[in-house]
T-cell receptor
C-alpha cells in the first residue's frame, strides 16, 4: 500500500533563512509519481512539482529545489531565502498506477519577518 | 489561465439533509477526483471518475456518496444524508492524463450541524 510520511509537523523560520521540508514515501510499485502541493491560508491546493520514479535528477525552480533519492525513498523540498509569502501548509503526495493521490499529513511552515 | 471552479464556497446543512457539491473542471481534463480535508488534517482521496464511471473509490465513499457528470461539464458530489463527521473541505480535481498533475478547485467548506 502507498504511504507518505512527513515527520515534521510545524517549522518556523525567520525570513531569508533556508528551510528543508522532508518527505518519505512507501510504495511497492516501480513506477510512481511524487508531488508537492502548497496550501496557503486561503485554503486552495496549489501544484508545485511532479516527479516520476525514473527521474532522480534534482530540480530547481527559482528559490525552490527538490531532492529525490530513491535509495532512501525521500523527496525533500528546500526553499532558499524564505519569504513571508512562503508561509503555508506543504503537502507531499504519491501516485501509483491508479492515479489517486495519497497525501502526507502536511508541514505547516511559518516564515517570520 | 483556465481554473477549476467549485460551488458553493461554503455550505451549511443540517444532519440528515442531502447536499450536492458542484465542480466545473478545466475543459481538456478527462480524469476527475473528489478529495476531502477535515479541518487541520491531511487531504484524503474519495473517488476517481473517468469516462463517465467511477474508477476507484475509498472506504470513506460509502453508499451515502455518489458522483456524476450529467452534462459533460459539471462534476457533482452528492451526499444523501449528511452526518456531523462529513463536515470538511471538499476539493474537486482534474487532470488531462493519468498520473499527470492534478489541478484542484478552491474547495467547498461543508458544515453539518
Amino acid at each position: 500500500a502507498q504511504k507518505v510520511t512527513q515527520a515534521q509537523t510545524e517549522i518556523s523560520v525567520v525570513e531569508k533563512e533556508d528551510v528543508t521540508l522532508d518527505c518519505v514515501y512507501e510504495t511497492r510499485d516501480t513506477t510512481y509519481y511524487l508531488f508537492w502541493y502548497k496550501q496557503p491560508p486561503s485554503g486552495e491546493l496549489v501544484f508545485l512539482i511532479r516527479r516520476n520514479s525514473f527521474d532522480e535528477q534534482n530540480e530547481i525552480s527559482g528559490r525552490y529545489s527538490w531532492n529525490f533519492q530513491k535509495s532512501t525513498s525521500s523527496f525533500n523540498f528546500t526553499i532558499t531565502a524564505s519569504q513571508v509569502v512562503d508561509s503555508a501548509v506543504y503537502f507531499c503526495a504519491l501516485s501509483e498506477k491508479n492515479s489517486k493521490l495519497t497525501f502526507g499529513k502536511g508541514i505547516t511552515l511559518s516564515v517570520r519577518p | 489561465e483556465p481554473e477549476v471552479t467549485q460551488t458553493p464556497s461554503h455550505q451549511v446543512t443540517q444532519m440528515g439533509q442531502e447536499v450536492i457539491l458542484r465542480c466545473v473542471p478545466i475543459s481538456n481534463h478527462l480524469y476527475f477526483y473528489w478529495y476531502r480535508q477535515i479541518l487541520g488534517q491531511k487531504v484524503e482521496f474519495l473517488v476517481s471518475f473517468y469516462n463517465n464511471e467511477i474508477s476507484e473509490k475509498s472506504e470513506i465513499f460509502d453508499d451515502q456518496f455518489s458522483v456524476e457528470r450529467p452534462d459533460g461539464s459539471n462534476f457533482t458530489l452528492k451526499i444523501r444524508s449528511t452526518k456531523l463527521e462529513d463536515s470538511a473541505m471538499y476539493f474537486c480535481a482534474g487532470q488531462t492524463r493519468e498520473l499527470y498533475e492534478q489541478y484542484f478547485g478552491p474547495g467547498t467548506r461543508l458544515t453539518v450541524t
